[in-house]
C-alpha cells in the first residue's frame, strides 16, 4: 500500500530533551516536507527537501532539522524542543520536483507533540 | 495580513444544500491553487486543484477561481454529512510551497 508513514503517532516530552519525529514514505517521491499545524494558523512549512541531500527552510524553520540520506526517510529533528514546538506535525511527498507534479502532496497521518 | 485567508467558520448547512466556501490570497502572480479536506483527527487529503480562470467540477465538486479578483471558492453540491470536515485553500508559492489558508470548517447536518 502507497503510504507516508510517520512515528511516533503522539509525543509528549520535556523541554531540552533531543527528540526526533521518523518520516517514510514508500512511493519512490522525490519531494518530501514538513509542516506542523497550528489552530488559526492552518499548516506552515518547516523544510522541505527536493531529494537526497537536497534540504531547504520552509517558512518556520527555527528550532528544527532536518536531513535526508535516503530517498524514503525524512526525520525531523528538535535538538532542544520548548513548549511553543507543541503541535501537530504532518510529513508530506510528493512524485517530482518542479511545474504541477509537486501539486499533489500525500500526507503521514500526523504526530502531536506536547512539549511540557 | 496572511498569504491565503479563509473564514474559519463553522459554516452549517442542511443536507442536500450547497455548501460555499470561499478563500482569498494575495500573491496576484500565483498560479495554482487547491482545496484539500481535512477530516477531524485526520491528515489533509487534496479533493481540488485549479489553474485558470473559470469553473472546474468533479462530481459533487466545483472549484471556482478568479485571478483579477484574487478568490477561490469551492462549491460542494447535495451536501451530505459525510462532507463534514475542514477544508483547506492552498496556494502554490514559487516553484514547489505551498501557502495553506487556516481552514473552513463544514458542517452539515442531517
Known amino acids: 500500500e502507497a503510504q507516508v508513514t510517520q512515528n511516533p503517532r503522539y509525543l509528549i516530552t520535556v523541554t531540552g530533551k533531543k527528540l526526533t519525529v521518523t518520516c517514510s514514505q514508500n512511493m519512490n517521491h522525490e519531494y518530501m516536507s514538513w509542516y506542523r499545524q497550528d489552530p488559526g494558523l492552518g499548516l506552515r512549512q518547516i523544510y522541505y527537501?527536493?531529494?537526497?541531500?537536497?534540504?531547504d527552510k520552509g517558512d518556520v524553520p527555527e528550532g528544527y532539522k532536518v536531513s535526508r540520506k535516503e530517498k524514503r526517510n525524512f526525520p525531523l529533528i528538535l535538538e532542544s524542543p520548548s513548549p511553543n514546538q507543541t503541535s501537530l506535525y504532518f510529513c508530506?511527498?510528493?512524485?517530482?520536483?518542479?511545474?504541477?507534479?509537486?501539486?499533489?502532496?500525500?500526507f503521514g497521518p500526523g504526530t502531536r507533540l506536547t512539549v511540557l | 495580513q496572511k498569504e491565503v485567508e479563509q473564514n474559519s467558520g463553522p459554516l452549517s448547512v442542511p443536507e442536500g444544500a450547497i455548501a460555499s466556501l470561499n478563500c482569498t490570497y494575495s500573491d496576484r502572480g500565483s498560479q495554482s491553487f487547491f482545496w484539500y479536506r481535512q477530516y477531524s483527527g485526520k491528515s489533509p487529503e487534496l479533493i481540488m486543484s485549479i489553474y485558470s480562470n473559470g469553473d472546474k467540477e468533479d462530481g459533487r465538486f466545483t472549484a471556482q477561481l478568479n485571478k483579477a479578483s484574487q478568490y477561490v471558492s469551492l462549491l460542494i453540491r447535495d451536501s451530505q454529512p459525510s462532507d463534514s470536515a475542514t477544508y483547506l485553500c492552498a496556494v502554490k508559492r514559487g516553484y514547489n510551497k505551498l501557502i495553506f489558508g487556516a481552514g473552513t470548517r463544514l458542517a452539515v447536518h442531517p
Open positions: 527537501s527536493m531529494n537526497v541531500e537536497v534540504t
Open positions: 508530506a511527498s510528493s512524485p517530482r520536483t518542479g511545474d504541477t507534479s509537486t501539486d499533489t502532496q500525500y
